[in-house]
Nanobody, 129 residues
Framework: QVQLAESGGASVQAGGSLGLSCTASGYTDCHYEMSWYRQAPEKEREFVSGIDGEGRTSYADSVKGRFTISQDNAKNTVYLQMNSLKPEDTAMYYC???????????????????????WGQGTLVTVSS
């Protein structure tokens, strides 16, 4: 059973920067692919950014050029560097995993890495103008 824990949320001024991190705790011989979502008050949760096992990244149009996702495979940790923050970036930020890859042959043959599905508890980012 994988669990995710985010950290790094804070209050910042518009134009500032903030870094979030999310660590997956599960099987150490599984790599958990993770993505970031956010939910602003009275709005639906939306995709922000994702990264796969090969390091390929994707971003929502609203954050392209300002946010950068990265990962430390060995630590099963994903990061979100947020620059040029805007008040509309204010939200609870969540990380999510819905896929894992085996790091070893044994893990792959056992099938234990999947299904992998979890959300973190969220970390609050507040951007003031």
């Amino acid at each position: 059973q994988v669990q995710l824990a985010e950290s790094g949320g804070a209050s910042v001024q518009a134009g500032g920067s903030l870094g979030l991190s999310c660590t997956a705790s599960g099987y150490t011989d599984c790599h958990y692919e993770m993505s970031w979502y956010r939910q602003a008050p009275e709005k639906e949760r939306e995709f922000v950014s994702g990264i796969d096992g090969e390091g390929r990244t994707s971003y929502a149009d609203s954050v392209k050029g300002r946010f950068t996702i990265s990962q430390d495979n060995a630590k099963n940790t994903v990061y979100l560097q947020m620059n040029s923050l805007k008040p509309e970036d204010t939200a609870m930020y969540y990380c999510k995993t819905d896929r894992a890859r085996a790091r070893t042959l044994e893990a792959g043959l056992s099938g234990k890495c999947n299904p992998a599905y979890a959300w973190g508890q969220g970390t609050l980012v507040t951007v003031s103008s």
